[in-house]
T-cell receptor, first 114, second 112 residues
Framework: ETGVTQTPRHLVMGMTNKKSLKCEQHLGHNAMYWYKQSAKKPLELMFVYSLEERVENNSVPSRFSPECPNSSHLFLHLHTLQPEDSALYLC?????????????FGNGTRLTVT | TQLLEQSPQFLSIQEGENLTVYCNSSSVFSSLQWYRQEPGEGPVLLVTVVTGGEVKKLKRLTFQFGDARKDSSLHITAAQPGDTGLYLCAGARRTSGSRLTFGEGTQLTVNP
């Protein structure tokens, strides 16, 4: 399997649930990202990991908790979410973090918070 | 205030027509990337432009980076239904490290 794989593809959860999103990349990249994509809004960068260390945290609420156990895997742990957190969550990876490093995206997890 | 403005937001055309979508900013970018996102999938990189005035061609798609590196355009010749998707531009600035600034996107529909 190649590329960036995200699971699950769809997730419906209540506001009191705890769930996790998983991302796996098989491209040998050393940087991984979580983005949030909402309707009629630009992609919002949430977290960046480089060599398994978090290098960016874009003022994301603490109900979102990332984890990067190794350079190939990235998780987003979710708890006590709000309905406005419903969105498409995209994982991406890149080789390096320079301004010209293209992002390779997964197909996303469509999250609905009820 | 949106840093990268894309226009139009929506475009519906017939197969065979030509079209241009725009990505504009008041900020200077060191490079600019264009992605296409199809329903149910993540964005896929089409091209990266890095030099002011640069023009890149990808089959029927022509990308141009403005001379001042503040804007870019994507021109599609003889559009086909397979070109349907959300076109996203994303700018990188040396001062922003790993952060790409995305536009809201142009949703293109090409009708057969």
């Amino acid at each position: 399997e190649t590329g960036v794989t995200q699971t699950p593809r769809h997730l419906v959860m209540g506001m009191t649930n705890k769930k996790s999103l998983k991302c796996e990349q098989h491209l040998g990249h050393n940087a991984m990202y979580w983005y949030k994509q909402s309707a009629k809004k630009p992609l919002e960068l949430m977290f960046v990991y480089s060599l398994e260390e978090r290098v960016e945290n874009n003022s994301v609420p603490s109900r979102f908790s990332p984890e990067c156990p190794n350079s190939s895997h990235l998780f987003l742990h979710l708890h006590t979410l709000q309905p406005e957190d419903s969105a498409l969550y995209l994982c991406a990876s890149s080789h390096g973090q320079g301004p010209n490093s293209p992002l390779h995206f997964g197909n996303g997890t469509r999250l609905t918070v009820t | 205030t949106q840093l990268l403005e894309q226009s139009p937001q929506f475009l519906s055309i017939q197969e065979g027509e030509n079209l241009t979508v725009y990505c504009n900013s008041s900020s200077v970018f060191s490079s600019l990337q264009w992605y296409r996102q199809e329903p149910g999938e993540g964005p896929v990189l089409l091209v990266t432009v890095v030099t002011g005035g640069e023009v890149k061609k990808l089959k029927r798609l022509t990308f141009q980076f403005g001379d001042a590196r503040k804007d870019s355009s994507l021109h599609i010749t003889a559009a086909q239904p397979g070109d349907t998707g959300l076109y996203l531009c994303a700018g990188a600035r040396r001062t922003s490290g790993s952060r790409l600034t995305f536009g809201e996107g142009t949703q293109l529909t090409v009708n057969p």
